[in-house]
């Protein structure tokens, strides 16, 4: 199936998921997840509208982007402090803020630049220690601790669900998020926190039930990821 094809496909897909629970899917974006796969396939997408795409790896995305001046990227991966630069030179939104020493490190690079930088801090809902993000518990003592960097355009939050086949498991992620956001709002209401990151190509129906207002979509537009960079 054609990439164009599959996002009509996706579309309707989220069309069906948010009208199940009466939500406008016009309130839904997709993030195209496009590691590893090719700049023509992305081309395709931008076509259709898309101008924000997702990916993994900080040089991946600088790479692809010298191909593609006119796209956007958002850094959805675990990033270092010292790829601070990068992501200041490269990334237009980043989506997995969990760090506060590469807040300040970022805040101040992007106060020498005279620019913000969208981001969305990333919370580890599932509690599984080899992924990133920060407890649910330690969310609203993060936000805080970052409220005054102005440099950082807080837009809300991303979350990355177990890997289960009970839905319940992976739906109890998704709850988890929003009590969060809800926190957040009664807490650092300074900070904007309306989007939601949630739901990926085995899951995003079920994040849309929960209130995802972004679903990030790798293997669902482009097919099967390839397993190197070759």
């Not at 969310?139 to 005054?148: E, P």
């Not at 086949?165 to 209401?189: I, K, M, N």
């Not at 900070?191 to 995003?204: C, N, T, V």
């Amino acid at each position: 199936m054609a990439v164009i094809e599959s996002l009509a496909a996706v579309r309707e897909r989220i069309a069906a998921a948010a009208q199940k629970v009466g939500r406008d899917p016009s309130e839904i974006s997709v993030l195209p997840v496009s590691k590893f796969h090719s700049v023509d396939a992305m081309r395709e997408l931008m076509e259709a509208g898309i101008t924000l795409f997702g990916e993994n790896r900080l040089q991946e995305l600088a790479d692809k982007r010298k191909q593609l001046p006119e796209a956007r990227f958002a850094m959805i991966g675990h990033v270092q402090r010292n790829k601070v630069r990068l992501v200041v030179d490269h990334v237009a939104e980043l989506h997995s803020l969990s760090s506060v020493r590469l807040a300040a490190a970022l805040h101040h690079r992007l106060l020498d630049e005279g620019r913000r930088l969208p981001v969305l801090i990333q919370i580890n809902t599932s509690d599984e220690p080899q992924k990133s993000g920060i407890a649910p518990q330690d969310a609203v003592g993060f936000a805080r601790s970052i409220q005054d960097y102005s440099g950082l355009y807080v837009q809300g939050l991303m979350t990355m669900a177990v890997q289960s086949p009970d839905p319940d498991e992976v739906a109890s992620c998704f709850v988890r998020l929003r009590e969060v956001q809800a926190d957040l709002r009664d807490q650092v209401p300074d900070l904007h926190w309306d989007e939601l990151s949630m739901g990926m190509s085995g899951d995003f129906e079920l994040a849309i039930e929960h209130g995802a207002t972004m679903v990030r979509i790798g293997t669902a537009l482009f097919g099967p990821r390839p397993t190197t960079d070759g």
